[in-house]
């Protein structure tokens, strides 16, 4: 890193006046990183600037959030190019940096009031993608975020765990999601308790019914027929493997889906039991989920 020059000038009252060089954008972006990495917000936040009508949500650029351990910071920061527009008031900069051993392209843009200030990076942070298609609170490294703020979030640059805030209903595994890619994988919601294996158990029972009937595109029933198979007029399933049951909230309805897609093998109902299959077919559920009281109720689609 470039050293700062410090001059101290001895002023008429017996003072000192310190004059710093201003911060290049190359200063700027290693002592943003490294506060990142230190988990200093705001330390962070003071080589940040953000426009004069931008009103920024802070939930998740406070130390609190740096500090706790579902927050990955980056590391290895390495600068690509710096491109310093004609007035010398603002500069765009590419950088690669890593986070959890993948790397990412980011383009940061640096601005300035004039000359001899140091340059800050403009909206140094990047939305954070904390919806995770569902309509519950969230806790996101720690820091609980409510559905009134779902969407993008503001957040400094790293990977954040994403939990679901306490829920007497619903559970999930927890996901990891990095700030700036715009994409977050869906928390898995789950039923506490028992609840969860009764709908697993319904779903199943759905899949029976349907595996029994001998048509072969059966109404109502979750089998992707294969294409370019000529189907016989009548056939035998065999479910192979049962998908897994996801809950998802679409507004006030409970939605159930597939976390992990079935498989059923087809044949010819006229063919022996040693017979080779004819198909395999993907099982992918789809439905809502009716809760009155304690009793839970799959209707499927």
Not at 87 to 98: C, D, H, K
């Amino acid at each position: 890193m470039v050293g700062i020059v410090v001059v101290a000038l001895c002023c008429g009252g017996g003072g000192w006046m310190v004059f710093r060089d201003p911060l290049t954008p190359e200063q700027v972006v290693y002592r943003y990183f490294e506060a990142l990495a230190d988990r200093d917000a705001d330390e962070a936040r003071s080589y940040l600037v953000r426009g004069p009508d931008e009103d920024v949500e802070t939930v998740l650029l406070d130390d609190d959030t740096l500090e706790h351990e579902d927050y990955t910071p980056p590391d290895h920061l390495s600068i690509k190019e710096l491109v310093p527009e004609e007035n010398r008031l603002v500069a765009t900069m590419q950088v690669t940096y890593q986070v959890a051993g993948a790397t990412y392209d980011r383009e940061l843009r640096f601005t300035r009031d004039y000359a001899r200030q140091s340059w800050r990076i403009h909206r140094g942070w990047f939305s954070l993608p904390a919806n995770t298609r569902t309509a519950y609170p969230l806790v996101v490294a720690g820091t609980l975020v409510p559905t009134s703020e779902f969407g993008h979030v503001p957040a400094f640059p790293g990977a954040y765990v994403v939990r679901l805030a306490r829920n007497p209903m619903f559970e999930a595994p927890p996901v990891t999601v990095v700030a700036g890619t715009g994409e977050a994988p869906g928390l898995q919601l789950r039923l506490r308790g028992s609840r969860q294996p009764e709908l697993e158990r319904q779903v199943r029972e759905h899949l029976d019914r349907c595996a029994a009937r001998p048509d072969p595109e059966p109404v109502s029933c979750p089998f992707e027929r294969v294409p370019d198979v000529d189907y016989p007029s009548t056939v035998r399933r065999r479910i192979i493997a049962y998908p897994s049951v996801a809950l998802l909230v679409d507004g006030a309805e409970l939605r159930v889906a597939s976390g992990t897609p079935g498989r059923a093998e087809v044949r010819d109902s006229v063919a022996g039991e040693s017979a080779r299959p004819i198909a395999e077919e993907r099982i992918t559920v789809t439905g809502r989920l009716e809760v009155d009281g304690d009793r839970l109720t799959f209707v499927p689609d």
